[in-house]
């Protein structure tokens, strides 16, 4: 349930691109501000079976963190959940990226990952990386 009350229980899929980005304007340009203002880190270890990049919270500036907190916040109450190497996440979907955080109260989550959308395929309630 959101701070508004209501459940989120999948991608609003229903809603247009157009639609979204009208009724979410203001929080869409805070979310491309905040990740287009500092660089990503790509995950190395990661690269043949899961490639995403991510922020560490402690390595921001101030203002870059606090907007972290905000993120990982909207994510966790307008995203969607799936599970992917059998571990649910919360996952927000934004222009052709998947991001999303490993599950700790907002207070313990110091890592936002990113992945490209078209690196992965959503199976049921799954997402599976797409190798091809």
């Given at each position: 349930?959101n ?6 229980v ?5 809603i ?6 009208i009724?979410f304007?203001?929080d ?18 990661y ?6 990049e ?13 907007e ?14 799936c ?6 996440y ?13 599950g ?5 989550t110091?890592?936002l990952?990113?992945?490209d ?5 959503i ?10």
């Amino acid at each position: 349930m959101n701070k508004m009350g209501f459940t989120y229980v999948e991608p609003a899929s229903y809603i247009s691109e157009e639609m979204k980005e009208i009724l979410f304007a203001e929080d869409y340009e805070r979310i491309r501000a905040f990740v287009s203002k500092y660089p990503w880190t790509f995950a190395k270890t990661y690269a043949k079976f899961a490639p995403h990049e991510y922020y560490v919270k402690d390595e921001l500036d101030e203002h870059g963190q606090a907007e972290f907190v905000w993120f990982v916040e909207y994510i966790r109450d307008n995203g969607f959940d799936c599970k992917f190497a059998g571990k649910e996440y919360t996952y927000f979907e934004l222009d052709g990226h998947y991001y999303w955080t490993m599950g700790e109260p907002i207070e313990e989550t110091i890592i936002l990952n990113r992945c490209d959308k078209d690196n992965y395929v959503i199976q049921g309630k799954s997402m599976v990386f797409n190798k091809s």
